[in-house]
């Protein structure tokens, strides 16, 4: 196993990889921006019309369900099959899988039809697609049955995918293995979008290691939490804090990254 973000970060810089994100309405500014501050490229395609030929120009596709739609999950379809049959990295980010029927069957959908990499989410919606006890409030998660740790491995060895659950401690397993990532700041909590930019980060990470995604899945969410506690430093709300994120990312130092990052093995 091969733990760098410093490594990783240096190597999509160069590359600027072009990462595909069909994702929701609320956030698809901040996630566009987001990825262009870490240093790899957006497109937000999402009409079903164009969606398999730009998933065979990118690097990683990236999944959201945050506002749903029926032609929505039919793009989604579209571009996870295409970018499965060419075999490149697929995050899922299950917003609000829990909440409503049609969230949690549309996840699973994606799931069963999509050869996803990495599931990204919270963990009351983690816990409702492996069938364990989670109470989801509109899009945030309120409690679950399963400790997060054994919850990431639950999912991974479950679902057939490396499981990122986020939190105050996030836990990526890939069902045999486990990582912790205790980097980041409570003033993500209190920003929409921070979930849905990890995920995003997710798939540029993959880009540049797409043959480790647990260690990838990791790395992308200690960088994004080294930059979030840079952002918080002379932060005065949220409000600052959002905008203070997006420098943070494009700040963060190859060099000294690997040193702050806190991912250890469980």
């Not at 994702?23 to 987001?34: F, H, I, P, S, W």
């Not at 793009?75 to 697929?90: D, E, F, Q, T, Y």
Request: aromatic share 2%.
């Amino acid at each position: 196993m091969t733990v760098s973000p410093g490594t990783t970060l240096r190597e999509l810089r160069e590359r600027k990889p072009l990462v595909h994100q069909i994702t929701n309405y609320v956030v698809m500014n901040e996630t566009a921006n987001a990825t262009l501050a870490l240093g790899a490229l957006p497109v937000m395609a999402h009409a079903r019309e164009e969606v398999e030929e730009m998933a065979g120009l990118a690097s990683a596709l990236v999944l959201n369900i945050g506002t749903l739609s029926e032609h929505w999950i039919e793009a989604m379809l579209i571009a996870g099959r295409a970018a499965s049959a060419r075999g490149i990295p697929v995050v899922l980010d299950p917003v609000g899988a829990g909440a409503t029927k049609y969230r949690t069957e549309t996840a699973r959908r994606i799931l069963d039809e999509v050869d996803v990499t990495v599931l990204r989410g919270n963990q009351g919606e983690i816990a409702t697609l492996v069938g364990a006890q989670a109470e989801v409030r509109g899009v945030e998660s309120m409690s679950i049955g399963l400790e997060p740790a054994a919850l990431a491995r639950e999912a991974a060895r479950g679902l057939g995918v490396v499981a990122s659950v986020t939190g105050p401690i996030d836990n990526v397993s890939d069902g045999q293995r486990s990582l912790s990532v205790a980097n980041g700041h409570p003033l993500l909590a209190m920003v929409t979008g921070t979930g849905c930019t990890s995920s995003a980060l997710t798939g540029c990470f993959l880009t540049a290691k797409p043959e480790e995604p647990l260690e990838a899945a990791a790395e992308a969410l200690a960088a994004l939490g080294v930059a979030a506690e840079d952002a918080a430093d002379g932060a005065e709300g949220p409000g600052t804090f959002h905008a203070r994120l997006y420098d943070g990312l494009a700040a963060l130092d190859p060099d000294t990254l690997d040193g702050r990052a806190r991912i250890s093995e469980q």
